[in-house]
């Protein structure tokens, strides 16, 4: 697989929490300047030297999402090559025993997740980019983690 550089944009923000230890540190939120419909996805598939007409790689992507959420919901994890290992997660809160868990109360939310494979590890996705700051921060936002 060639290797593939991009350009992530980010913005600079202050934490305002008064009850953070880290109250007026300074961090980055990655930014994406917009998004790419799946329409605008398929064609640049296609235009890429792809042998595949748009209408291929849109039915072929199309039956591919389909596949993966009843795979998914089946309770598997799917691997997709080097993007990474799809599954499903859950938020939850405890119960005092485990007769008193029940799915209603205790299940907050469901959750898609991705954990990366080597070359798409955070460390070799670190290395790939270039940063770029998208514009002047802001001290609106606190941390997330």
């Known amino acids: 697989m060639a290797t593939i550089t991009g350009?992530?944009?980010y913005r600079?923000?202050?934490?305002?929490?008064?009850?953070?230890?880290?109250?007026?540190?300074?961090?980055?939120?990655?930014?994406q300047d917009r998004t790419v419909s799946f329409d605008?996805?398929?064609?640049?598939?296609?235009?890429?030297?792809?042998?595949?007409?748009?209408?291929?790689?849109?039915?072929?992507?199309?039956?591919?999402?389909?596949?993966?959420?009843?795979?998914v919901l089946d309770g598997k994890s799917v691997r997709l090559g080097e993007l990474g290992l799809i599954s499903i997660g859950l938020k939850t809160t405890p119960a005092d025993t485990a007769d008193a868990f029940t799915p209603s109360t205790n299940i907050k939310a469901v959750r898609?997740?991705?954990?990366?494979?080597?070359?798409?590890?955070?460390?070799?996705?670190?290395?790939?980019?270039?940063f770029s700051e998208l514009n002047e921060y802001t001290t609106e936002e606190t941390p997330t983690t």
């Not at 600079?12 to 930014?31: C, D, H, L, R």
């Not at 898609?112 to 270039?130: D, G, H, P, Q, Y």
């Open 7 to 9: 350009t992530l944009k």
């Open 12 to 31: 600079k923000y202050k934490n305002t929490n008064a009850q953070s230890t880290f109250n007026g540190k300074w961090y980055a939120k990655a930014v």
């Open 40 to 71: 605008e996805f398929v064609k640049h598939m296609s235009e890429h030297n792809s042998p595949y007409s748009r209408g291929v790689i849109n039915g072929v992507l199309t039956d591919m999402l389909a596949c993966l959420q009843e795979l």
């Open 112 to 130: 898609l997740n991705v954990r990366n494979t080597k070359t798409w590890s955070n460390a070799e996705l670190k290395k790939l980019c270039k």
